[in-house]
């Protein structure tokens, strides 16, 4: 599905005063979207990452996000688990491996950048765009601040700036959006000092982590997480162990989100025409009913009264 | 001399409204008898809540919700619009009854059902407010930005065009107390439409609250998450609506009697008979189709979890036994017991709004159950908008023709 048709079609809709129909033209043009040719993503191979937190560090700096409390190799931010925040694009958690109980597993956390996003199905003012070249961006802008964002995620990768009383703001990787568009590659990407992170167009990515699998079976398990789940996502990962062993969620639908609510979606048009007959022609009824009985009540005592 | 007149006028008009704002008392005497137990915890309950909202612009949102970035939504949301809504469907419920059924005895209630749903939709954009980032931004998914694919885009352009359609399906009452008589002729000529646009815009949100859950598949307890989420959503605040109009026709008999005439008073026993009558068939309705979302999930083996056990408590303790304690309420006629059921309804409409936007959602999390359990600040500003949705409540009803008829109008 092209561009131009996707945007005409919104176009009309919002045009023709169709806003509260919108919806439903929105839902069918995105139907058969599969994802923008050509576009970047990035691949993490977990059984390369030493947890040296370059990637934290270096996604800190290009970005600008403030310093943090505790200084990028102070490795005890290990001992829990943490998520990204308002402060952090990107963070690596630790876990155990259960193979090898020496060699700890370091799972580094941020955006996936979904083909179809869910945050940006469930944004109402359209702050989120999936951009051709990948990366799924905000535009703090547009936000109202719902969050519903946020709950949509299937990967808990939204924050949101709860101490800032007049811009607060939701906070994700941008995968260096402005980088790509310079012709670099992302922060975290660069930075890495192993092969853990790598950045390309995520077709040739799919392909290199399948060759990884392929080449070497012992060690890692036969699946790219990101490939289908949650409709594919840009970012991708291999892992030596299995994926809910890293807090990955397994049980993601394969479909985009909003294939969850195109039925619903679907209903609107119907609603909207098929009710005002319905529930006319019942007041009608019900008041032909009134009338009728009405008419037949003065003809009976008019024939009343005749008899007398 | 015509300058003299016009200040005559003016401190005419000035009289006479003060003297509907007063109900034909002095300052002092409306003063002292505001004073009153319950006014006086009402008092208490907004001196802590308010300066918290004020705070928030201060602080941030961090100083009233218990939010994170894991829960984004609490009690803000979970009650005042996820519970709130489905109860303030009052309006479009006992309007389409009264208006395009042609359920004609129902007449005395209708006003008071049109002002609870107007209320509860205007306090539920008090909530969603209170819990947005932004919200001086509110208007922006009608004027400056699109997401046509969200179903919260939906909700925004309903709740806000269904405020309106409330306030002119109420505005007779305002008018009459008024007494613009030419303006409310205006007024009432639009009440059919208006009707019906509310039956398919409450349709429709009613549904869609239900709907944006449908985009968290993985985040929702299968036991509440089902494609079914938003018929049942619009299948339960049809029973919502009927037994709120029970709870609140009872709270206006008992609390605002002296205001209330013989026309509502005098009706209200048989009424509330019929009102008990429709929640219980309602509440059938919806629990079939529950069984039918159950069976549907095939979720069956849940059931002996402890989720499953909550879920039997929400599903026969406050959808199945208050439908049988109004059906006996209704075959012995008895008004006390169909009110009970009535008020037992309504808290498990509350309950299952509940469950599902903060106990199956993020069921997976560990600690989940103590990280939804919302903190002082939060619960204080609730219970602040909640003391004021009662508070204006009253303040209508004891002035505006809605649970007495106005002479003039009838």
Redesign the interface.
């Known amino acids: 599905m092209s561009l131009d048709r996707r945007q005409f079609l919104?176009t009309v809709?919002?045009l023709t005063g169709s806003?509260?129909l919108?919806?439903y033209?929105?839902?069918l043009a995105?139907g058969e979207f599969h994802g923008w040719p050509d576009r970047y993503g990035m691949l993490t191979d977990f059984t390369e990452c030493v947890g040296c937190r370059s990637c934290e560090k270096a996604c800190n700096e290009v970005n600008h996000l403030p310093q943090p409390e505790v200084p990028f190799d102070d490795k005890s931010v290990f001992d829990t688990q943490r998520?990204?925040?308002?402060h952090a694009y990107t963070v690596v958690n630790r876990y155990e491996n259960t193979g090898d109980p020496g060699k700890p597993i370091y799972r580094k956390v941020q955006c996936n950048h979904c083909n179809e996003p869910?945050c940006a199905?469930?944004?109402?003012?359209?702050?989120y765009t999936k951009t051709p070249e990948g990366p799924v961006l905000y535009n703090e802008n547009?936000?109202?601040?719902?969050?519903?964002c946020?709950?949509?995620c299937?990967f808990?990768v939204?924050?949101?700036?709860?101490?800032?009383?007049?811009?607060?703001?939701i906070v994700k990787c941008v995968m260096c959006y402005d980088r790509i568009r310079e012709g670099k590659i992302p922060g975290c990407a660069e930075a890495c000092p192993t092969q853990s992170v790598t950045f390309g167009k995520r077709s040739d990515l799919l392909k290199l982590a399948a060759e990884k699998i392929a080449k070497d079976p012992e060690r890692y398990i036969d699946h790219i997480y990101g490939e289908r789940e949650a409709g594919g996502t840009g970012w991708l990962y291999i892992s030596g162990v299995p994926f809910e062993q890293l807090g990955f969620?397994t049980?993601?639908?394969e479909k985009p989100?909003?294939e969850?609510?195109k039925?619903?979606?679907s209903?609107?048009p119907v609603?909207?025409t098929v009710?005002?007959a319905l529930?006319?022609s019942?007041?009608a009824a019900?008041r032909h009913?009134?009338a009728y009985t009405r008419e037949e009540m003065q003809h009976q005592s008019k024939e009343g009264g005749k008899e007398k | 001399m015509n300058h003299n007149t016009t200040i005559t006028k003016r401190d005419d008009f000035q009289a006479w409204f003060l003297n509907k704002l007063l109900m034909g008392m002095t300052w002092p005497e409306y003063m002292r008898q505001m004073i009153t137990p319950f006014n006086v915890a009402a008092a208490i309950i907004l001196s802590v809540g308010l300066p918290l909202m004020g705070l928030r612009y201060i602080h941030g949102l961090e100083v009233v919700t218990d939010a994170s970035n894991e829960y984004p939504w609490g009690l803000f949301l979970g009650w005042g619009l996820f519970a709130g809504v489905p109860l303030s469907a009052t309006g479009f419920v006992m309007a389409t009854a009264y208006y395009i059924f042609g359920f004609k005895r129902y007449k005395p209630l209708v006003r008071l059902a049109v002002l609870a749903g107007f209320l509860g939709y205007f306090f539920a954009v008090i909530y969603l407010m209170t819990d947005l980032g932004r919200p001086w931004r509110i208007y922006y998914p009608m004027f400056v930005g699109f997401g046509t694919a969200s179903v919260l885009f939906l909700v925004a352009w309903h709740v806000a065009t269904y405020l309106t359609v409330q306030f002119l399906e109420f505005s007779p009452a305002i008018l009459e107390w008024l007494e613009a008589g030419r303006t409310r002729k205006w007024a009432v000529m639009i009440t059919i439409a208006m009707t019906i646009a509310g039956i398919i815009l409450s349709t429709l949100h009613q549904s869609a609250l239900g709907a944006l859950f449908l985009l968290a598949p993985a985040k929702m307890h299968p036991l509440w998450y089902t494609s079914y989420l938003p018929t049942l959503f619009l299948a339960s605040s049809i029973y919502a609506a009927l037994g709120m109009v029970i709870v609140v026709s009872t709270l206006s008999a008992v609390f605002l009697k002296k205001r209330a005439d013989d026309h509502f008073l005098g009706n209200l026993n048989e009424l509330t008979i019929g009102l008990g009558k429709g929640t219980s068939i309602g509440i059938l309705v919806y629990l079939a189709l529950k069984l039918v979302s159950l069976a549907h999930g095939d979720a069956w083996g849940l059931l002996g979890t402890p989720y499953g056990h909550w879920y039997l408590v929400e599903i026969l303790g406050f959808v199945l036994l208050p439908a049988l304690i109004l059906a006996v309420g209704v075959k012995k006629a008895s008004v006390g017991l169909v009110r009970f059921g009535g008020f037992h309804a309504v808290i498990g409409v509350i309950l299952n709004r509940i469950n599902v936007s903060m106990v199956a959602f993020n069921w997976k999390l560990p600690d989940h159950i103590h990280d939804i359990i919302p903190h002082w600040q939060e619960t204080a500003v609730v219970l602040s908008i909640f003391t004021l949705h009662i508070l204006v409540f009253r303040w209508i009803l004891v002035r505006m023709p809605v649970i007495y008829q106005d002479q003039g109008f009838k």
Request: aromatic share 16%.
């Open positions: 919104k809709s919002v806003a509260v919108g919806p033209t929105s839902a995105s998520r990204p925040t308002a869910a199905s469930a944004c109402p003012i359209h702050a547009l936000c109202f601040g719902c969050r519903y946020m709950i949509a299937p808990y939204p924050a949101y700036d709860y101490a800032s009383a007049f811009e607060p703001r969620s049980d993601l639908p989100m909003v969850e609510v039925g619903f979606l209903s609107v609603v909207f009710w005002p529930f006319g019942i007041y019900s009913h009134e």
